[in-house]
């Protein structure tokens, strides 16, 4: 089955920093999003992105669907930043199921 | 609009009792999945519904899980007889066919 990546698996930061979080998958999609978990268990939306570059506030995402990546940029980091980033995709044949990967846990320190 | 609202948001059980979780999708939404997150295995999905008929159930793990959807704004989860490996959080999930949205989740204790 179609393998998604996700580097680095832990990130600390002092608040204020910048960083760049990765997502590589293995086979063709039809669909990328990025959640954000927060310490709560919640998982809250960020991007719906296949392709293109969106931004939102401190945060923008970028993928390159030929190039099988996705990157998350988080700007100016706070300490509500804290939590797992999980992207997740729906491969091009694979209807509507979303396939997670491991995430990668945020830690901001003030 | 409220989300996805899911219920109870904790249940703890004793193994062997019968365990059902609640969901109701975000309205006008036509696809509802339930997935489940654990340490070892992650967020995995166990079933979904389009226009409340199941689409794909491959997901679930054993004959012990089922799941209904009787109508567009309402689903259930049930687990007889629950084990203690069935110890989760299950969330449910609602989408108009692209960006699924997430409920808070049910955390799932079985002793």
């Known amino acids: 089955g179609i393998q998604v990546e996700q580097s680095p698996p832990d990130l600390i930061l002092q608040e204020g920093a910048n960083s760049t979080l990765r997502c590589n998958f293995s086979?063709?999609?039809?669909?990328l999003q990025w959640f954000h978990q927060n310490p709560w268990g919640q998982l809250i939306n960020l991007f719906y992105?296949?392709?293109g570059t969106k931004q939102n506030g401190r945060l923008s995402a970028t993928t390159v669907a030929t190039e099988r990546y996705s990157l998350l940029y988080i700007s100016s980091s706070q300490t509500t930043d804290s939590g797992v980033y999980f992207c997740a995709v729906v491969l091009a044949t694979g209807f509507q199921k979303l396939v997670f990967g491991t995430g990668t846990r945020l830690l901001v320190s003030p | 609009d409220a989300g996805v609202i899911q219920s109870p948001r904790h249940e703890v059980t004793e193994m062997g009792q019968e365990v059902t979780l609640r969901c109701k999708p975000i309205?006008?939404?036509?696809?509802l999945f339930w997935y489940r997150q654990t340490m070892m295995r992650g967020l995995e999905l166990l079933i979904y519904f389009n226009n409340n008929v199941p689409i794909d159930d491959s997901g679930m793990p054993e004959d012990r899980f089922s799941a209904k959807m009787p109508n567009a704004s309402f689903s259930t989860l049930k687990i007889q007889p629950s084990e203690p490996r069935d110890s989760a959080v299950y969330f449910c999930?609602?989408?108009?066919?692209?960006?699924?949205?997430f409920g808070p989740g049910t955390r799932l204790t079985v002793t």
């Open positions: 999930a609602s989408s108009a066919s692209t960006e699924q949205y």
């Open positions: 992105i296949p392709s």
């Open positions: 086979d063709s999609v039809n669909n």
């Open positions: 309205s006008g939404h036509d696809y």
